[in-house]
């Protein structure tokens, strides 16, 4: 679903109708006690979540879509 974090937090419920433009703004910052990584559609912030061990302190951010009828038109 949109927003979700994948196998960190997800998101349950579908928050964007299909066929609904939407903004999504992706946040991390390395703070004193993780890396803080928020999630907002729309403005909504829908993920926060702290990385205490610091897995994601580096690498890339990668959209993923893979379930049937989630593919850009």
Same mark, same amino acid.
């Given at each position: ?18 066929? +609904? ?9 390395? %703070? *004193?006690?993780?890396? =803080? ?12 979540? +702290? ?9 890339? %951010? *990668?959209?993923?879509? =893979? ?7």
């Amino acid at each position: 679903k949109s927003g979700s974090l994948y196998g960190l937090q997800p998101i349950l419920t579908r928050l964007i109708p299909p066929d +609904v433009w939407f903004t999504q703004h992706i946040v991390v910052r390395d %703070v *004193a006690d993780g890396v =803080h990584i928020r999630i907002l559609l729309n403005d909504i912030e829908v993920v926060n979540h +702290v990385d205490r061990e610091r897995k994601f302190a580096r690498g890339h %951010v *990668a959209f993923q879509q =893979h379930h049937e009828g989630s593919e850009v038109r």
